[in-house]
């Protein structure tokens, strides 16, 4: 005879390309003769639900342009920045704010930088979406003023890359 117990393991941002919360269920099954027995198809069955729930590059590509755009609001810093000669650090002391209206303030010590973003939809092999920033200011503010390819993007990330995949820049949410 055993004791089935409920289990609920909660994993927050697990899944990276939709911000929700994985919960999952599991019921052991105890066997009170024998309590250091647990079932290997528990375990398996624990496993292949994590699996199950993880997210990969093709679901993010079948994002539309308005669930993409829900996700961006926020301020971000930049945590890469890399157009070929790894230029992070011009980026380091930068908050760059999404505003869900569409505009974007880029704001570094005593200096704002204004602008405007949108996500539209792109036909490219790879890439789904595109997300356009017109922002100006000074050389770094005017090299990220551009439609980038969406990467990546979840509840606290934003991947970009550029058309020939050789610039790249990663937002994270503060």
Known sequence: MGIFWLLSVTIPGFAVCN???????????????????????TAAFALLLVVLSSCTQSDISTLAPGEVESVIPGTYKVTLYDNGSGNTSAFESYDFEFMSNGSMVATHGEETYTGQWNVGSVNHETYDNELSIVIS??????????????????????????????????????
Do not use: C, Q
């Open 19 to 41: 911000p929700r919360i994985v919960k999952i269920i599991l019921f052991v099954n105890l066997n009170l003769n024998s309590m250091k027995k647990f079932t290997l198809t």
């Open 137 to 174: 200011g000074n050389a770094d503010i005017d090299a990220i003023s551009r439609s980038w390819y969406v990467e990546d993007v979840s509840d606290v990330t934003l991947y970009l890359t550029d058309a020939t995949a050789t610039e790249i820049i990663h937002f994270i949410k503060n």
